[in-house]
């Protein structure tokens, strides 16, 4: 019988619960053949193992739907393993990601920790999982990252992420990053302000400070005709 790797995933599963194995994610394949408990660690950076794990997981991603409520509850907690134990950092991006698409509140523990993993790749992951859960505690987690996660990278993508947030809490969160001396983190905070807010004030960083500090700056006058043809490469 052939399995799709979302259904794949669930076999391994019973496996990991039949056998109480604990040597990694899918701990139920290691008990059953010798050959992966000796080549795990080996094989889980580049190796038939970490192929197979991330294509099962960006099935699960891309197609949560297609598990019943049983198995999302299966998933779930194996999820969480990989993104609390796994050595893998594209591992545990991706098992984050996969979190977010159930609703779950069992999954607000792991993706909470997922924003401090050592990896900046996995605190992305994380930063793009809140967006897509959304709610206050998701605000609440991705403010916190634009005020205070170490890397830019990070910063920038909290930031991207609260263009889905339209009220008073994200316009301050933005006013952070705004106000931050790096040109593309000012530059990404002014992209989510015009979503957020529904203004336009171009780029304009001054304008925008005025808007996000409660003041009514000037909206800036429309291009002429004979501006917006200069502008037009052809002419």
């Not at 794949?8 to 604990?22: D, E, K, N």
């Not at 139920?28 to 992966?36: H, I, K, R, S």
């Not at 808007?211 to 700056?217: A, D, I, K, N």
Request: glycine share 6%; charged share 20%.
């Amino acid at each position: 019988m052939r399995f799709s790797p979302a259904k794949a995933l669930i076999v391994l599963l019973v496996g990991m619960a039949a056998s109480g194995c604990a040597d990694g994610p899918f701990g139920g394949l290691t008990a059953m053949n010798p050959y992966y408990r000796n080549q795990w660690e080996k094989d889980e950076q580049a190796g038939p193992t970490f192929h197979t794990q991330l294509a099962e997981l960006r099935a699960i991603r891309e197609n949560p739907t297609g598990l019943s409520p049983q198995e999302q509850r299966r998933v779930i907690p194996t999820l969480a393993d990989i993104v609390q134990n796994s050595t893998n950092t594209v591992l545990r991006a991706e098992a984050t990601l996969a979190l977010a698409e159930f609703p779950a509140p069992e999954t607000i523990p792991t993706l909470q920790l997922a924003m401090s993993d050592e990896s900046t790749d996995v605190r992305i992951a994380a930063c793009r999982a809140w967006g897509r859960r959304g709610g206050p505690e998701a605000l609440d987690v991705l403010s916190q990252a634009v005020s205070s996660d170490s890397d830019l990278d990070v910063r920038l993508a909290a930031t991207a992420q609260l263009a889905k947030f339209k009220d008073q809490q994200s316009l301050q969160a933005l006013a952070v990053a705004l106000n931050d001396k790096d040109p593309a983190l000012q530059h990404r905070a002014v992209q989510s302000l015009k979503s957020v807010s529904g203004q336009d004030y171009g780029d304009n960083v001054p304008a925008w400070r005025d808007f996000v500090e409660g003041r009514s700056p000037a909206l800036p006058e429309p291009p002429t005709i004979a501006e917006r043809l200069r502008s037009m490469s052809w002419f």
